[in-house]
Each structure stands twice: as structure tokens, then as C-alpha cells.
């Protein structure tokens, strides 16, 4: 038996001749959440697909706890949120819903599902005149029936306005405390940087990356900028510091993790010439260039 939600050791798929997914090893335990990022064509839908057993796999083992992808026992414990979501248009939301209860053996509370995502004024609305955000809003009370295992969102905030997003969040941190494992798709890093416990970087189907925030970062190296605005003098500033110019009054200094707390002893002797101080740690944004290989500017 085996304590983790999703297991992937070694995968391997191809597509024709060419190898989409390359040794594919990733894990998650019940009630982590794990941001999956990747260029598109990088390898994120396959797996996805691999993990519901929608396609199959040339190498390797996936397990949803125990079963096997495609499995009744692992259909049963997995749900899933496409970027397009499609209902039937003729339904109206509370319907879509209940049928999908009955489909999964559900006793659910319709309406307070659907008032969890904010669509308790269209419960009976045809879903055909529901907007994008909305559709997907059905979507995410579709996941949440039946206390899944293991939670797969691609693109979930996919045409969520802003208040939507941060609701849509508030709700994958429920699925996280009651024990489902969550993998997010997403291309909106500042969002997933926030909101997960472990990023996972695919690169033409290789994994490249797969730990948290902060130990990939430490792993990185990639320098932390501080900018220091003077008091008077830009230019003097600049050329005591050895930093850039990037206005009239401040100046732009890199500096590697091992070197902060010198930098900024420095800064702190400078007295009366420092007005202001702001020191920005690499974002989610750069690392995902240095481990996508893209150059980080």
C-alpha cells in the first residue's frame, strides 16, 4: 500500500516518432498542491491525459493511490477540470449537476455546491446562457463532488474576472485540507506562485524542475535586486554602489543570495544619502526562465 496520492515513476509516451513525455518521475502526498508549469507543446496535456488513462503510455507506472489510470477504482478517485469545459447547453446548471452526482453515486447538496462557486442566481439558467466564467465556475463544483483523491485543473482561472480567481483559490485550499492532492496547469505564474507547495517545470517533456519555491531559488542562484533610491545624488550613488541608473534618483544593484547581508551594510553606512530601500527576491517569473533555459533578463 502506498500513502501517496499520484504516483509517476519513469513515464514515457510517444507521439508517432517523436518522445513527447522523457522519463517522467513526480509524486504528490494527500493534500499538497502542486503548480505544473510549461511552454505549450512541453508535455503538460499528455500527462494529464496519462494520468486519467485517456492515453496510454509506452514506459513507466502512474497509480491514483493504488489503481491503475483508467481503472473504475481510479476514475472514482480522480477529478478533472479542462481549460475548455463544455456542459450541455439545453441544462440548467442544478440539472448538469445532478446528473453528474447520480453518475458518481453522490447524495450532494446541489445548491450548496453551486452557491460555493457563486452561481446560486443561475441554478436554474440554461447553461447555453452561461458566460465562459461561468461554464467554468460548474466545472469547479463538478470537482467538488465526492471528495476526490486527486484533483487535475488545467488552466483553472481560464475566463475567471479577478474576484473569481481568488474565490476559485479559497476553494482549492478547502480541497487541499480535506486530503486531495491538486495539480494545477497554469501559465498565471504570479498566481500559482502564491497559492502551491511545490512547482513542477516541464520542458519538452522532461522534467526539469520539482520542489518548492524557496529551495528551487536557493538551487538557482539567480541574484536578488535591490533598489536604492537617493536622497540627492543618483549618480554619486551609482558610483559607490557599482550599481545601474534606472531613473532620476535610484540605482539598480545585483547581488547573489551570500551577498545580501553585505550589500546591504553597505547601503546601511551610506547613511542620510540612502532615501528609500526595496530588495526583490527572484520571482516564480524567473525561475521559470533559468529552468525552462530561457534567459532571464
Known sequence: MTDKALTIENVNKDRGATRVLHDVTLSMQPGERVALLGHNGAGKSTLIKSILGLIPIEGGAIHIGTAKPGSGAARRATAFLPEAVSFHPALTGREQLTLFARLSGEKADIPGLLARVGLSEAIDRKIGA???????????????????????????????????????????????GQGTAVLIASHALTEVEARTDRIAILRKGVLVADDTLASLSERAGLPIKLRVQASQNADALAAEMGGTRINGASVEILCSPDQKMQALQRIAAMGDAIADLEMTPPRLEDLYRHYAKEDVK
Open 130 to 176: 452561461y458566460s465562459k466564467g461561468m461554464r467554468q465556475r460548474l466545472g469547479l463544483a463538478q470537482v467538488l463532488l465526492g471528495r476526490p483523491k486527486v484533483a487535475l485543473l488545467d488552466e483553472p482561472t481560464s475566463g475567471l474576472d479577478p474576484i473569481s480567481r481568488h474565490d476559485l483559490y479559497a476553494i482549492i485550499d478547502e480541497l487541499a
